[in-house]
């Protein structure tokens, strides 16, 4: 299966028309937060294929396009914060926002809050286990784990309960976003115990 995930830009090499022609063989698209709904919509629509996302810590409030459409979320896309769906073969969980640095904004989570947040996924994890062999494949997110891609500055600090998520329920891969890369050299990918920690900015070809 081949993923397209994206974050935080819209780029035009992909917000332009014929994009299937560049794009042909793409089975899902994950969004990991601060993109456009509207930019979403037009993947989904281009390609003409499925789309989770998670919201990123600007995803807060309605967006409006330049028609004037209010939006509140993705036509066509499936909000996948706190739930676990399997598409295809794949079992997908997601989790939004950034660390708080902002008191009560909306899409920021202390580290407290987001322990609570990973704990409402268990009992699903667990029947995943029971059903399937596995607890899950892929984890989308759009902060990263803390110590591994993330930034000394609180605002980019990851979050630390991803760290033990990783080592118990050993999903193959986890997106996100949120850390900005500018530099060729900087690392987008590491490998932690089972799992592929993979940045996406501002767009990814992974294939599964």
Same mark, same amino acid.
């Given at each position: ?12 090499? /992909?917000?332009? *028309? ?5 794009? *042909? ?39 409006? $396009? ?26 997908? =969980? ?7 640095? @902002?008191?009560? =904004? ?13 704990? @409402?996924?268990? *009992? ?5 286990? /029971?059903?399937?062999? @596995?607890?899950?494949?892929? /984890? ?14 609180? =605002? ?14 050993? *999903?193959?891969?986890?997106? &996100?976003? &949120? ?6 050299? $900087? ?16 767009? @990814?070809?992974?294939?599964?």
């Amino acid at each position: 299966m081949k993923i397209l995930a994206v974050s935080d830009q819209v780029l035009d090499t /992909l917000y332009r *028309p014929h994009v299937k022609e560049y794009y *042909p063989d793409v089975d899902l698209i994950v969004g990991c937060g601060d993109l456009p709904f509207y930019y979403l919509e037009f993947l989904v629509s281009g390609l003409d294929v499925p789309l989770v996302y998670v919201r990123g810590n600007h995803d807060h409030g309605p967006q409006y $396009t330049v028609e004037g459409r209010v939006l509140h979320e993705v036509q066509g896309g499936v909000d996948l914060h706190g739930r676990i769906v399997r598409f295809g073969s794949l079992l997908l =969980a997601g989790l939004e926002g950034s660390v708080r640095y @902002r008191p009560a =904004a909306s899409l920021m989570y202390s580290q407290a809050e987001m322990r609570w947040q990973v704990a @409402r996924l268990l *009992p699903r994890l667990l029947l995943n286990r /029971l059903r399937y062999g @596995r607890f899950l494949d892929i /984890l989308i997110t759009h902060s990263p784990p803390f110590g591994i891609h993330d930034r000394p500055d609180l =605002a980019h600090n990851g979050f630390k309960i991803f760290l033990p998520f990783m080592r118990t329920f050993k *999903p193959r891969y986890l997106l &996100h976003g &949120h850390i900005h890369l500018y530099r060729q050299d $900087t690392i987008r990918q590491t490998r932690y115990y089972d799992t592929e920690i993979v940045n996406v900015f501002p767009a @990814r070809v992974i294939d599964v």
